[in-house]
């Protein structure tokens, strides 16, 4: 570098509006430090991690061997270069920073993009060839070269070193999680990065196939958890595990086998290399989180209901019998209590409640229903059991939300409307659809306050004829063959009860009222299709003004694949488990209060 | 605490004759520290460890919760206490600190106790019951009374959490490898911590086994490296390993099985639980430590022999297929090259050459030869092949040092005597008898300075019977029926001159003469026997003054035990495995020189 003391050079970053007046011949990484502004330089400017992408004009030094390494000619030609290596020789204008790595997987309504930076890195390296003069040792040569002093390796990666050096002359991409070497590769292989997010659901599995060194997403594909055939529910399956002769093995096994599948699905379409998926991360209730790691589950059933272990575990993919690079982890999220779990913090994460200045509101039913309620000064969080009847299970004709499933339904005037999925003739009734038709037949006043199906006496000409005689009373005919019985609207009132009185409680417990909820977010397999006027209709939420009510999608596996592509977002859910106060119902009298009193309907 | 300000305490520490000063109620730790002395409180002093013990007399506070935790009523009684949590309430006399883990583990002439600080720590807790009102997970309760914030734990610890917590009342024993839980026992085990030391020869291996809360041994054990079976040298080791279908596994498969007879041997004695053996430390040369993890070795075979790594290395001992606690580790020293192994670095251990003022060399000739030479100021190792010849292989009546070995071997005057191992028949020749021999034939004219057997005609009357005709010139009759050939002369020669030569080439590196030489200390299967002034007599060591030589055993074997006892000697042997200097020979013309002249006897 020429000698220029005393010269200064301007470096313009275009796009954060920024002008940084720096000494001849520092580097941009310097510049963007000088700034205030944070640039991703994992490595800390040595030129080993390549994260420090921008894109130049103007007088900057030559491109250095790291440069080259971390840079196609077409990059470089294109005016990409490594912040941390290349220097300003006179102005110079930064057009971009980082690009590819700040990523937007949002949560419907929640703006908040999200910095790609994974547990996994991947590094081309050019090592030089032993000789007598250099004497030493493979890994030895690979550390000096990455520039890791306390780098360790499993015995595997050890194993294959020789091999895998002189097989490609000694240019290898190092595949790094933290300072753990977790594997070497022939050649340059940085791009081919790989993981997936699974949302382990106690119905449903979805799993995500992601490129970790990107942030995009490469398909979606779900499958049913296997663990169904030895009972519908957590309790079910924790009495499977506790009486039969290797039960636990077998829950584990069956959904272990579900991970399989979906990832074959997902190589097979994508066409993506197995050995180049590093990492699986999962989020699922308590239950299927103890489940799936072969914990026995047993207490989370039994007073005072407490798991075996809330932390966030990392372990082999190997050792679980999942299907990925053999030196490959598993994360599974921290969860919040006995029955908060990982998917609740994956909520938590996708929401940033933690962050809100306002108090929101969000409900998350699947086959359990959890609720959290909070601002940035205090967050809440209980479960309520009131999943299966939104779910179908416990509805005589109630049915998951597939084909056939009606979905929606309304009465005007006198007229009954319903949609069917993919408009086939109807097979029976989604929760979304179970809704609808409360609050409706509620609104017609075919169902009364106590949630009585009227007699064919007591109600209007035009509906009689679909009032029947049941077990328990009348049934309501919804169409050809598809009865909404009276048992059934008992479940519900069960279970939206068990809902509003969690939130009442909820509420009590932060001291804050109806008015002050900014918001109301439903989530989860079933809360995400469920039409929040019906929902407010059958007084399962709190009475706030409808467009404060919204449907966010699927947060949990939003959670999982934020908390995949960012160790940061692993942090933040440790955070989360760590602060959200878990607020136990079951030997709360005023709960029970609640319950009895919102187990009714206001007409 | 009352509350005495200004009021002072004296502490007197009458082994190490200090007294000090300190405020009213401050602990006895606080006292050590303030006086200079250094006390083991791994925990830091919250009292979990139990490291700090001290014997007390005078006014202490009573004792608390967490000395009840690690100190029997009798104990307590005896005025055992914890320092960190026995505070001065006026004068306090102790007598002695941390009296048992001070421990000395020496090879003969070295002068160094070590302090007993294993990896393995077990602590014993009475956790509080779960309850309505303490939710917290299995393992939260076992963190937050551990007081060890990061705790992390293998699943399998997980896995039997719940019941092992169940199975005694929540009285368990956390087994630790630093913020690691590697293990959770029902009830108090703390006094049952055992660890292995390994030294894994070529031809011998040998199995120590201690209390490592202790550190005394429970007894020694050892085995034939059944590699053997595949060849006699690392080098036909190799090939065998390159050559076969899996011979890499096979070879690895046999050293295993090896360890698991010693274990076995080791176990049946001692009547030690298995599963109370938690750590394993293992030395070798480096193609013993490749073959051992299954790491190919042929890159040591081929230039520029480059070792695939000399890193410490920490493994599952399950994972290898060594039968002890389940989640127990196998600790393998670091290497220094291609051909200095981690037996070389346990050298370096067990004779503190680094802390030496002085020049001293050690000499350790197994079935390699290892030479060390050097002080703090600067440390040099370099290897020969001159092993074979003195472990009794290519020698044509040569045996290993076990009965019927002709060990020792004297010519007074026209008189042959000789020493067999056991007071047996003699079978044959070990290496301390090869070299008696040797020298007692230059000395008596029989062998001529070139290595040459005279023949009948050219020596005296007495010993001429003794000469027969052999293959290659004349043998020599060294008892009925056992000859030393010129074969074996040959043999010895040019191993004799393969070290001395090296011994040359270490001195004029580190610029140094025999006389700058304070000690030469023999060590190595054959070091050990070997009787110094033969040594001197056939010129394998330099001329110094034969009370500077020193026989110091298996030094190779103590470094091992101390790496196992001291995660501090396990930080002196990644020191030395990178501070000491590897001099390669292979290339050295220097040493070619120096190798043709010290073949030759001067007589």
């Given amino acids: 570098m020429e000698n220029k003391r005393g010269v200064k050079s ?107 930076s994974p547990s996994i890195q991947k590094i081309y390296l050019e090592l030089p060839l032993p000789s007598l003069e250099d004497q030493r040792s493979d890994f030895q040569r690979l550390k000096d070269t990455l520039k890791i002093r306390n780098l360790v390796a499993d015995l595997e990666v050890i194993q294959d070193l020789p091999q895998v050096l002189r097989g490609n002359d000694f240019k290898v991409t190092a595949v790094l999680k933290g300072e753990e070497l977790i594997g070497v590769e022939e050649g340059d292989t940085t791009l081919k990065s790989y993981g997936l997010a699974f949302d382990i659901g106690t119905t449903t599995v979805v799993g995500t196939l992601m490129n970790i060194a990107h942030g995009s997403q490469l398909g979606v594909s779900s499958g049913l958890n296997g663990q169904a055939d030895f009972g519908a529910d957590v309790i079910s399956r924790i009495n499977f595990a506790k009486e039969h002769p290797y039960g636990l093995r077998r829950l584990k096994e069956k959904i272990i086998e579900v991970l399989n599948e979906i990832i074959n699905d997902l190589l097979e379409e994508s066409k993506v290399n197995r050995e180049n998926i590093y990492e699986v991360v999962v989020v699922g209730n308590t239950c299927m989180q103890h489940l799936f790691l072969e914990i026995d589950p047993i207490n989370l059933a039994l007073m005072p209901y407490v798991s075996v272990t809330k932390e966030p575990m990392t372990l082999k993919a190997k050792d679980l019998g999942i299907s990925i690079n053999k030196a490959g982890d598993v994360y599974m999220l921290p969860s919040i209590a006995g029955f908060v779990g990982a998917d609740t913090v994956a909520v938590g994460l996708a929401t940033y409640l933690e962050k809100s200045p306002e108090v929101k509101l969000v409900v998350d039913i699947g ?58 003739p109807p097979k029976g009734i989604c929760g979304s659809g179970l809704i609808d038709i409360m609050a409706e037949l509620l609104k017609a006043g075919i169902i009364d306050g106590t949630g009585r199906i009227l007699s064919p006496g007591e109600i209007g000409p035009n509906f009689r004829t679909r009032i029947v005689e049941g077990e328990n009373g009348y049934d309501f005919v919804v169409a050809p063959g598809i009865l909404l019985t009276q048992g059934d609207v008992r479940q519900l009132q069960l279970a939206k009860g068990a809902i509003y009185a969690g939130i009442q409680i909820l509420k009590e417990v932060l001291g ?28 399962l939420l709190p009475d706030i003004p409808l467009e404060r009510i919204k449907s966010i999608g699927n947060a949990a596996g939003v959670g999982a694949k934020m908390a995949l592509l960012s160790i940061k977002e692993r942090d933040r859910a440790v955070e989360l488990s760590e602060s959200i106060e878990y607020v136990e119902l079951s030997n709360s009298l005023k709960f029970q209060e609640e319950f009895m009193n919102a187990m009714y309907f206001s007409v």
Same sequence: chains 1, 2.
């Fill in 512 to 539: 804050t009222e109806d008015d002050e909820i900014s918001q109301i977010l439903l989530t989860g397999a079933f809360g995400n299709y469920i039409r929040k006027e019906s929902a407010k209709a059958i007084g």
């Fill in 367 to 424: 086959t359990n229903g959890e609720i959290l309620l909070g601002s940035s000064k205090k967050l809440l969080a209980c479960s309520t059991a009131a999943g299966p009847a939104f779910e179908g299970a416990q509805i005589k004709y109630g049915m998951r939300g597939t084909t056939g499933a009606i979905e929606a339904f309304q009465i005007h005037g006198d007229d009954i409307s319903y949609k069917v999925i993919d408009n086939v």
């Fill in 10 to 116: 301007k470096v313009t970053f275009k796009r954060e509006g920024k002008d940084v007046i720096i000494p001849y011949g520092k580097t941009l990484l310097y510049a963007a430090y000088e700034g205030g502004l944070s640039l991703d330089a994992t490595c800390g400017g040595k030129g080993t991690c390549g994260k420090c992408k921008v894109k130049v004009r103007g007088s900057v030094s030559d491109p250095t061997q790291e440069e080259k390494a971390h840079l196609s000619s077409e990059e470089l030609q294109d005016g990409l270069r490594l912040a941390c290596q290349a220097r300003a020789l006179g102005d110079v204008i930064v057009d971009s920073i980082n690009d590819r790595a700040s990523q937007k997987i949002l949560v419907h309504g929640v703006e908040e993009p999200i910095i790609v």
